[in-house]
DNA sequence: CTCTCGCATTTCTGTGTCCG
DNA sequence: CGGACACAGAAATGCGAGAG
């Protein structure tokens, strides 16, 4: 555990492990959204589907249609342009318009924290592309008076990163993280994409999981077990514990807790967007 | 051209589920 | 406990074909 000097005082970093990332991909408009006929306004599932058997199999054969052709054209101009207000604007999730981002632009982030509002956030988890490998790391507050120096240098490694990668984020992680800054008067940082696994995962494996919290998520897809885990909703009080007694055995358990949803969550992104990531890290 | 009917799409409303 | 989103079902809107 390192411990980093800020202008609001100190917080600790933690190094956790590395590993080969899966194949990276060349940012630019991505075949499946191509052939979303359903970008284009007035195109439900049943018209889609009647234009695909008369041959319109793509956005490029739609630009002829008679009717849908102008509106197809607009789609394919933000396509081109990487225009990802038009694009979500005409229904693209952020999961899909993720070809136009280098995988070392994005970052992951799964957050810890004393209680669920009005809470302090104590550990913020990390994780990134580089060269070629996932590596994760965490920073710590070993008492609320670090939680702004901790949002410090979580903000200031965050700035090199242009979207992010988060479980449920977009409700709890983002939030959260924004509510504490406006309480320190810290600037809240502004990412071009947010994508968030729960929602897609759900929507992929809406027949096959039991549930969809990420433990159950993980083990079913990533095919690994995790051994003496701990619930999420024990956090708070294994928290709150390690700053009564000082003992930094109460809160291994939960760093430990937060790398591990790290790791999972890093290879579920692999396997969502390469297909990697099924062997054991 | 205008009116109406039937179907497809969009909008609205409500419910369930994750996050610590 | 709050908030974002998916999904489902109901209500409203829009479009095009056919008849007068």
């Known amino acids: 555990m390192l411990r980093l000097h800020t202008p609001y005082g100190e917080a600790c970093s933690i190094e956790g492990p590395s590993w080969p990332a899966g194949e990276a991909w060349r940012p630019g408009p991505s075949e499946s959204l191509l052939r979303q006929l359903q970008l284009v306004y007035g195109i439900g599932p049943h018209t889609e589907e009647r234009l695909r058997r ?3 199999s793509d956005l490029v054969a739609l630009s002829r249609h008679p009717r849908f052709g102008a509106e197809a054209r ?16 005409a229904g693209a999730r952020d999961y899909e318009l993720l070809s136009y981002f280098d995988s070392a632009d994005l970052a992951v982030i799964d957050i810890e924290t004393a209680g669920f509002r009005g809470w302090p956030v104590f550990l913020i988890g990390l994780g990134w592309q580089e060269d070629g490998s996932w590596r994760v790391r965490q920073y710590f507050a070993r008492g609320f008076e670090e939680e702004k120096a901790l949002l410090y240098l979580a903000l200031d490694f965050l700035q090199r990163f242009s ?7 977009r409700a709890f992680d983002e939030p959260f993280v924004a509510e504490r800054l406006t309480y320190h ?7 071009l994409i947010h994508v968030d696994l729960y929602h897609e995962i759900r929507r992929l494996f809406r027949e096959e999981l039991p549930d969809f919290r990420l433990s159950t998520v993980a083990g079913h897809l990533l095919s690994c ?12 009080e294994l928290y709150l514990r390690y700053m009564a007694e000082g003992e930094e055995e109460s809160i291994m ?3 430990r807790h937060n790398e591990a949803d790290m790791v999972d969550l890093c290879r579920l992104f692999d396997l969502l967007t390469t297909g990697a990531g099924r062997s054991v890290a």
Do not use: M
Not at 225 to 236: C, M, N, S
């Open 54 to 56: 008369e041959g319109f």
């Open 74 to 89: 607009k789609v394919l101009q933000a396509l081109e342009q990487g225009d990802l207000a038009a694009l979500r604007q």
């Open 163 to 169: 979207g992010l990668v988060s479980y449920n984020g």
């Open 185 to 191: 008067r810290l600037e809240r940082p502004h990412f």
């Open 225 to 236: 077990r995790r051994t003496a885990d701990i619930p999420g909703e024990r956090v708070p």
């Open 253 to 255: 358990p939960v760093l």
